[in-house]
Structures are given as structure tokens and as C-alpha cells.
């Protein structure tokens, strides 16, 4: 069994910051493909950055050059800094830790972080 829990969600305005935790019950070390996923109410679910264990990094086109995602075996956490936040980015952000696999069949979901992009 696998436990995610996402943090650093909040309210920011237009052009702010925030950096969200995916913390992970157990070792992320051998884990090959993990991201970040957001839903905004009434859209489907979106992957907006993946990070492989090599380092190796993609982003969806709506937030390259302003999310970097990255990950911290030792602490067995994942991270995505958001900088020049729009309001568009307003949404609840997940972590996943198997790309792999379907998202609609991935089944440690956690609750998720939410982030407010609003002045």
C-alpha cells in the first residue's frame, strides 16, 4: 500500500510562487516514472510534469519554462516549484507515482493540494 500526501497548496496572486510536496509512504528510489497531475473543476484531469530516474524531465506546453519538477530519493519526496503562476493554473494538483499505468486505474490517489491563482 502506498501513501501520497500533497502540500503547499494555497491562494496566490497572478505572477506569485508556490512550491507543492508530494510526500511518499515508501522509497521513491527505484520508482522510474512519477509526476504531477491537476483537475480544474468541470476539465478533465492534465499531467503537467513527469520526472524519470535519471532526471530526465517533461512538462505540458501550458507551463514549460515556469513549473520544474524534481525529486528528493533520500526524503522519498517529490516537488514541483511554480513560478509566474496564471490564473489558469488554478486547479487541484495530485502526485502519481506510476506513469505507467492508466490514471483512471492508478489507485493511490491522495486527497491533493489546491491552488488558488486569484487578486
Known amino acids: 500500500q502506498v501513501h501520497l500526501v500533497e502540500s503547499g497548496g494555497g491562494l496566490v496572486q497572478p505572477g506569485g510562487s508556490l512550491r507543492l510536496s508530494c510526500a511518499v509512504s515508501?522509497?521513491?528510489?527505484?520508482?522510474?516514472?512519477m509526476g504531477w497531475y491537476r483537475q480544474a473543476p468541470g476539465k478533465q484531469r492534465e499531467l503537467v510534469a513527469a520526472i524519470r530516474s535519471g532526471g530526465s524531465t517533461n512538462y505540458a506546453d501550458s507551463v514549460k519554462g515556469r513549473f520544474t519538477i524534481s525529486r528528493d530519493n533520500a526524503k522519498n519526496t517529490m516537488y514541483l516549484q511554480m513560478n509566474s503562476l496564471k490564473p489558469e493554473d488554478t486547479a487541484v494538483y495530485y502526485c502519481?507515482?506510476?506513469?505507467?499505468?492508466?490514471?483512471?486505474?492508478?489507485?493511490?490517489w491522495g486527497q491533493g493540494t489546491q491552488v488558488t491563482v486569484s487578486s
Open positions: 515508501g522509497s521513491i528510489f527505484s520508482i522510474n516514472a
Open positions: 502519481n507515482t506510476d506513469l505507467s499505468r492508466d490514471p483512471n486505474e492508478f489507485p493511490y
